[in-house]
């Protein structure tokens, strides 16, 4: 019944943008630092981005200035706007959820997954 749904995902070529959203189902997740997750093909899952109730954002070195983490509680939706895109930010993009506690650079800290979305930057 409670589920965190990635969209947006897709082919765009290097220098592209594109705009990931996670939907939030059978529960509101305003009260949970919802974040941002990739993990390339043979690769481990990274810390992309994370945003906080009251807004605070916080984004991984690779990505700031280019990524942009944004809520909408009348959505109830998290979006996640890639600018500038990067052969290397080819990865499955998760969103999640997490509770305050525990350090939000790590995967074990987060309590709710979305399945993810393919996003793939050609050169």
């Known amino acids: 019944q409670e589920a965190l749904v990635e969209s947006g995902g897709g082919l765009v070529q290097a220098g592209g943008s594109l705009r990931l959203s996670c939907a939030a189902s059978?529960?509101?997740?305003?009260?949970?630092?919802m974040g941002w997750f990739r993990q390339a093909a043979g690769q481990q899952r990274e810390f992309v981005a994370i945003t906080w109730i009251g807004g605070s954002t916080y984004y991984a070195d690779s990505v700031k200035g280019r990524f942009t983490i944004s809520s909408d509680n009348a959505k109830n939706t998290v979006d996640l706007q890639m600018n500038s895109l990067k052969p290397e930010d080819t990865a499955v993009y998760y969103c999640?959820?997490?509770?305050?506690?525990?350090?939000?650079?790590?995967?074990?800290?987060?309590?709710?997954w979305g399945q993810g979305t393919q996003v793939t930057v050609s050169s």
């Open positions: 059978g529960r509101t997740f305003s009260r949970y630092g």
């Open positions: 999640a959820a997490k509770v305050y506690g525990g350090n939000y650079l790590f995967t074990s800290s987060y309590d709710y």
